[in-house]
């Protein structure tokens, strides 16, 4: 299970719980952060994406290490040692969770898929 950091109409969640994936779901990213449990995974979700990028503090991404926490943070304001783009575009076509291994290839690490994750697509 997928601890979340979102509103609870977020489309993304609605995906993942509708698919049996998401776990607790959190209002806010330090709630989440600290309720995960040790080498699991936090999706902190942009609820106000494209208008507004999500921020995460310095402290959840030290709580996150400290913990062996994998975190996917959707649209982000920074990173930690990451220049993020000031500006951003709008997709069409926006966000897929692979669902399947047709996409992988033997080499996970150059096929650019991983499964049950969320992958951004390109036209």
Not at 26 to 51: E, H, W
Request: aromatic share 6%; charged share 20%; hydrophobic share 40%.
């Amino acid at each position: 299970m997928i601890t979340c950091a979102c509103q609870n109409d977020n489309d993304l969640y609605l995906v993942l719980t509708e698919a049996g994936l998401a776990g607790i779901r959190y209002n806010d990213a330090s709630a989440a952060v600290k309720a995960a449990a040790p080498q699991t995974g936090v999706m902190i979700l942009a609820d106000r994406y494209p208008t507004v990028p999500t921020e995460v503090e310095p402290a959840i991404f030290a709580e996150a290490v400290r913990k062996r926490l994998r975190l996917y943070i959707e649209f982000p304001v920074q990173l930690p040692n990451m220049p993020i783009p000031g500006t951003s575009r709008q997709n069409t076509l926006e966000r897929v969770i692979v669902q399947t291994d047709v996409l992988l290839t033997e080499n996970r690490r150059t096929s650019g898929f991983s499964k049950l994750c969320p992958q951004s697509v390109h036209a």
